[in-house]
Every structure is written in structure tokens, then in C-alpha cells.
């Protein structure tokens, strides 16, 4: 079947476990960082976003932090859950305008039983 | 439809063959995106709309590389004369005009083989 990323960096967990996702991004003009998941064979899903003037923000299950000292970005996951292996995008918006999003590489979660 | 719908779904077009691909987005979302993704990469930014005003097409490739939305509606993306490296999943989005986040809404894309 199609699969969404076959060279990108794999993190593995175990069902239960947390998740931390990172991701350095480049432009510091930017609004909003954000994360999206991908399935295979699907589009990229929202999860979760947080504005250029915050550092910390949590959604069910899902925390980004944000730190813009080095540029950096990750993503927690609580729990993981087979249900999040995916593959994990961070994006940014630069600021003003629409939602012209920067995507990053990515990474591949995978959640063993 | 409760979400962005694509089509045709997959599409394999021999080089220099034209093809259109289709989105219908959201009802009531006023911008429309089109991103294209190479295998093992994220989305890259092609178009935006803002309904049927094209505002922004500083990531179309080449002029080989059309895009519409005639009604500010639904959304064609046309490749003229396809080379294999315009193979990838082309995907479509959607948000509210006053959505200041970063939320895009996504088709599940449109994956184009050119042989």
C-alpha cells in the first residue's frame, strides 16, 4: 500500500509509553507552530497548535513546547496508543496573511503492542 | 460533504499526457490551498485562493502548472504535459478566511504516477 514516508526518521515506542516528537524550524518571524499527523494513505490531520508568544500548550493527550531561544519545537504524546502511529509533521505559519503553512520533514511514529 | 474531497483518488499518466485533478472543499471555506507531496517529504505549498481570487501561486513549479477556481468553489489543479517528476500526492485544503491558526483542513490527496 502507499505509505507516507519510506526514509524518514522512525521513532519507536511501546503502547503506553510517551511520545516526544521534535523538530527545529528556521523562520523566528513565524505566528504559529503546528503539528499535524498523516495516516498512510490519507491527508494530513490537525493536532494541535500553539502561537509564537507561548511556550506550552495541551490538548487531550498531546502537549507542544515550544522554544523559540533555539528554535525548537516538539511534540508529547501521552499514553501513545497504537492509534498514533502515523507519520508527524511540524509546520509554521509566517506571520501576517493567510495560512501559507511550512511544512518540516517529518517523522514516523510506530507504537509496539 | 462533512470533509475536502479529491479526485480522481490515483491518476497514472504516461509523459505529456495533461491531467486535471479536482477539490471540493469544505462548504463555506473561503481559502483554498493546494500543496504538493514528493514520497518521504511534507507538503510543499503550491496555490492559494481566496474564493475565486488566486492570490498566491508562488509555489506552482513551472507554467506547466494551472490552477482555478472559477466560482470560488470547487478547485482544479491542471499539469500540462507531464514529466515524471511531477509524480506525487497533490493535496488540497481548506480553512475559515478569519482563522488565524494554523489549522488547515486536508483532502486525502490525489496521488499522480507519470511513467
Known amino acids: 500500500g502507499e505509505s507516507v514516508g519510506l526514509h524518514l526518521p522512525t521513532l519507536s515506542v511501546q503502547e503506553g509509553d510517551n511520545s516526544i516528537i521534535n523538530c527545529a524550524y528556521s523562520n523566528s518571524a513565524s505566528d504559529y507552530f503546528i503539528w499535524y499527523k498523516q495516516e498512510s494513505g490519507k491527508g494530513p490531520q490537525f493536532i494541535i497548535d500553539?502561537?509564537?508568544?507561548?511556550d506550552k500548550r495541551q490538548g487531550q493527550r498531546v502537549t507542544v513546547l515550544l522554544n523559540k531561544t533555539v528554535k525548537h519545537l516538539s511534540l508529547q504524546i501521552a499514553a501513545t496508543q497504537p492509534g498514533d502511529s502515523a507519520v508527524y509533521f511540524c509546520a509554521e505559519k509566517p506571520s501576517g496573511g493567510y495560512n501559507k503553512l511550512i511544512f518540516g520533514a517529518g517523522t514516523r511514529l510506530a507504537v509496539h503492542p | 460533504g462533512a470533509g475536502v474531497s479529491q479526485s480522481p483518488r490515483y491518476k497514472v499518466a504516461k509523459r505529456g499526457q495533461d491531467v486535471a485533478l479536482r477539490c471540493d472543499p469544505i462548504s463555506g471555506h473561503v481559502s483554498l490551498f493546494w500543496y504538493q507531496q514528493a514520497l518521504g517529504q511534507g507538503p510543499e505549498f503550491l496555490t492559494y485562493?481566496?474564493?475565486?481570487?488566486?492570490?498566491?501561486k508562488s509555489g506552482l513549479p513551472s507554467d506547466r502548472f494551472f490552477a482555478e477556481r472559477p466560482e470560488g468553489s470547487v478547485s482544479t489543479l491542471k499539469i500540462q504535459r507531464t514529466q515524471q517528476e511531477d509524480s506525487a500526492v497533490y493535496l488540497c485544503?481548506?480553512?475559515?478566511?478569519?482563522?488565524?491558526?494554523?489549522?488547515?483542513?486536508f483532502g486525502e490527496g490525489s496521488r499522480l504516477t507519470v511513467l
Open positions: 485562493f481566496q474564493n475565486e481570487a488566486q492570490l498566491d
Open positions: 485544503a481548506s480553512s475559515l478566511i478569519g482563522q488565524a491558526t494554523g489549522e488547515l483542513f
Open positions: 500553539i502561537r509564537s508568544n507561548m
